[in-house]
């Protein structure tokens, strides 16, 4: 007799895709379209997959990306592709998604022309759901970037990224654009995200610990073993 009961990240993601589901029916009952903005990375994809059969206007919904890897859509690493292939299926198909990345061949390159296609999104965003490594960043808010200080304070809704720690040049919504929602969800799993989160949570040095800027938004904080 295999065990179906479901694992605690399992439940975990459900209950952030009702949260969200929620968060987007109570804000369509009042205006026309609803934006919701995901992270990429591993941990979302049961979420993704929680939410995307979920009973919602999908058509009046725009679907967009914290951050993404300046890479082609059909990369392995791009958050694009991770979005269509556990997002975007069924019901969800039917919703508007707004990719970070163009045909530039740098990041630099393409920020205006990105910019420009958010700005007529329907912010502030119904809802952030954001994740966050074991530095301390979210997004592509990096301690180790030199653009962090940028990305923390400028007005513009997108930073060019570039960090030695990872592989490839990034796109991130800035913290000010980050900040522009009526909800933030925080999902982690694991001990070793706890106890990140238990140090950000215990201190106040945003430039340490990115994560920093959106703990008191407030933010729901959805964490698993
Ligand atoms: O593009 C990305 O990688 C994400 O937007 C990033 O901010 C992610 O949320 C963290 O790196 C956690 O990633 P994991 O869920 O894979 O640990």
């Not at 589901?21 to 049961?46: F, H, K, M, N």
């Not at 958050?79 to 292939?85: D, G, I, P, T, Y």
Request: glycine share 4%; proline share 8%.
């Amino acid at each position: 007799m295999t065990d179906t009961t479901p694992t605690p990240r399992e439940q975990l993601a459900r209950q952030l895709a009702e949260a969200v589901a929620e968060a987007l029916r109570a804000d369509l009952a009042t205006r026309e379209r609803a934006l919701l903005v995901l992270s990429g990375g591993s941990t979302p994809v049961p979420f993704f997959q929680a939410l995307a059969p979920m009973d919602l206007p999908w058509a009046r919904i725009e679907v967009t990306l914290a951050d993404e890897r300046w890479v082609t859509e059909d990369a392995d690493d791009s958050n694009a592709r991770l979005v269509r292939e556990h997002l975007l299926q069924g019901p969800a198909a039917e919703a508007t998604f707004v990719p970070l990345t163009s045909a530039a061949e740098t990041p630099e390159q393409g920020v205006e022309e990105v910019a420009a296609r958010l700005a007529g999104l329907a912010w502030p965003a119904s809802a952030v759901v954001l994740g966050m490594g074991g530095d301390g960043h979210t997004a592509s808010l990096f301690p180790d970037s030199q653009e962090l200080a940028l990305a923390l304070t400028t007005e513009e809704p997108l930073v060019a990224v570039r960090t030695p720690s990872q592989p490839q040049a990034r796109i991130t919504l800035s913290a000010e654009r980050l900040h522009r929602a009526r909800r933030h969800f925080l999902h982690i799993t694991g001990s070793d995200k706890r106890d990140v989160l238990a140090r950000a949570l215990s201190g106040d040095d945003v430039r340490e610990l990115p994560i920093r800027a959106f703990l008191a938004c407030p933010a729901a904080i959805y964490w698993a073993p």
